[in-house]
């Protein structure tokens, strides 16, 4: 992890933040109102946490952006593909991430590997929940769909009426039933 600035250990960066966007001073001028307050910064220092501050934005709105666009394209999926975008994407931060920890150039090549299959593994067990989740589905839509059959045929209702009715209460259609199922 990098070294913290003297700036975010003075607790200060929200100050600077707020003084050089919201009230438009320049980094010297910032660095001058803190030397006034009692605090020994430069007006390098005050660059520097800018750069970091705007740095962190960046990636902010790039994440922001990509979940904006995961979410609007699993915006119609089932709950649980959502859930296995997300790991899948916790899972490929993960790697991002303990790629860069120091020590994970020096593991051993076992080492390497026993983490890659613990996420590997998280990866499998969350496909594992979507399929049985899926199969319950099916198995919830097969059963709905023969017990409205059968009250259909009771209550002497006409063929139209209930494939409308199967359209209506589980998004069955007449050409497309057996696709659905």
Aim: charged share 30%; net charge positive.
């Amino acid at each position: 992890m990098p070294q913290r600035s003297k700036i975010e250990l003075l607790g200060l960066i929200e100050t600077v933040i707020q003084m050089y966007h919201s009230e438009g001073f320049r980094q010297k001028e910032i660095a001058d109102r803190l030397s006034a307050q009692g605090y020994s910064v430069s007006k390098a220092a005050v660059t520097r946490a800018l750069k970091s501050h705007s740095k962190r934005l960046r990636e902010l709105k790039k994440n922001q952006d990509w979940a904006e666009a995961l979410i609007a394209a699993t915006n119609n999926t089932a709950r649980l593909d959502i859930a296995d975008a997300g790991l899948q994407i916790a899972a490929m931060k993960l790697l991002e991430e303990v790629s860069q920890i120091e020590n994970f150039k020096t593991m051993n090549p076992e080492e390497k590997v026993t983490l890659l299959t613990k996420v590997s593994r998280a990866i499998g067990l969350a496909a594992n929940v979507e399929l049985n989740f899926q199969r319950g589905r099916k198995q919830g839509i097969i059963e709905s769909k023969e017990k409205l059959e059968k009250a259909g045929k009771e209550l002497g209702i006409p063929e139209d009426k209930l494939n409308f009715l199967k359209a209506q209460v589980l998004g069955i259609g007449i050409d497309n039933e057996k696709k659905s199922v």
